[in-house]
């Protein structure tokens, strides 16, 4: 049930919950993180199309937001990633980027782009400012990004998903899955914390 590297679902979970253990810090992210996905989709959404649309899109609802452009392709590697994770969870997360995808390709194509840009600045700016300060003064630790850029950008979408899973439906890959993951995340608190205590010597 464990992968490898960026697959390793429960060392990538415990590197996230390692720098997420507030409460008020962990619900900014539920909240934040998708609308900063989406925020980076709209400025993809108004790339021209790689593709011309296969031809059963033709019949699909809402098939004129189904640009085969640069938000296409960044969406199915997110899709791709996730579903290859957890095939559960994953198709759920997968699913919630397909509507991002229509969704940034539907204001992409009612709005010019330079509406369409404010929409995503304004998305973005908001997001990281209230995930930097609650980093700062709730979970008084710098955000992952600092340190591992790949999972601020590609897992963080699925990880508060499945953390939100967690605490609504008790819902969790696999038996035990939970379990291990806190052992893993107490292990790196208990590394940055002796880290900080060896760094603050050191400057005395």
Not at 172 to 189: A, M, R, S
Request: with cysteine; net charge positive.
């Amino acid at each position: 049930m464990v992968g490898v590297g960026l697959f390793d679902l429960e060392d990538q979970f415990a590197f996230y919950g390692a720098y997420h253990n507030n409460k008020v810090n962990v619900m900014t992210h539920v909240i934040c993180v998708w609308p900063l996905l989406f925020g980076g989709l709209i400025m993809l959404a108004y790339t021209q199309p790689l593709a011309m649309q296969f031809p059963f899109m033709v019949s699909l609802p809402f098939h004129e937001y189904m640009s085969l452009n640069y938000c296409f392709v960044a969406c199915v590697i997110y899709a791709l990633f996730y579903v290859s994770l957890e095939y559960k969870s994953g198709s759920l997360a997968a699913l919630l980027v397909l509507f991002c995808w229509i969704a940034a390709n539907a204001l992409a194509y009612h709005y010019p782009f330079t509406v369409g840009w404010k929409i995503a600045a304004i998305i973005e700016i908001v997001g990281w400012t209230a995930q930097f300060i609650t980093h700062g003064f709730f979970e008084k630790r710098s955000p992952a990004l600092v340190d591992n850029l790949v999972q601020a950008c590609l897992l963080a979408p699925y990880f508060v998903m499945l953390e939100a899973l967690h605490s609504v439906f008790r819902y969790e890959p696999y038996t035990g899955f939970h379990k291990n993951v806190q052992y893993l995340v107490n292990q790196k608190k208990a590394e940055f914390k002796a880290k900080k205590t060896k760094e603050t010597k050191k400057s005395a």
